[in-house]
Each structure stands twice: as C-alpha cells, then as structure tokens.
C-alpha cells in the first residue's frame, strides 16, 4: 500500500484533469480507518480546509488492486491511495512501454 500527497505547480491539476468528470467527496472513512498506520504520517499534512473532488474515470480496481485519487483544486494537490500497486507487472499502464520478453 502507498498512500501520500502531491503538490503540482499551479494550474498543472486543471490541465490534468479538465477531460474527466468530477464530484465532490474525500476518502472514505473507511480507507482512513483502516489504514490509519499509513495514513497517520499525514495528519496535519497538506492542504488547509481541503475541498477534495474525484472521478470515477480516474480510480483503478480489479484483482486486488486498488488506486484512488482525490483532487484539491485550491492548492492543487492530489491525494492518492493504491492498494498492491506495482503487484501485476504484466500489464502496462495506460501508455505505458510494454513488458521486456524473458
């Protein structure tokens, strides 16, 4: 599990996310709770009073993994949270250069 806060320089999140349709909302109470040791190095981190946005179009899950992000346009600042990210090598990202044969 990885979870953290990024801060990108003013206006780089609106020209990331201007594509995707957005909602209001923060990480669920659950993903707090449950991963309070992961989380906890963040408290007082970040933004100030965020008001988080995400997109459905933006968060991964499917065979036991999990990535979900949450926008703060006023700072721009990303949080993010993936669940066994790096698990699967065999398929690329999205874009990504495809696996070396072995």
Sequence with gaps: MIVGLARL?????????????FVPGGPAEADVSATS???????GQGPEDPEWNRSDDLDRSGNGHRA???FDRRSDTVRFHALDPGADQGTPAAGGPAPAAG
């Design 68 to 70: 979900a992000l949450w």
């Design 37 to 43: 040791w992961f989380t906890a190095p963040l408290k």
């Design 9 to 21: 320089a003013p206006g780089r999140l609106g020209e990331l996310t201007a594509a995707h349709p």
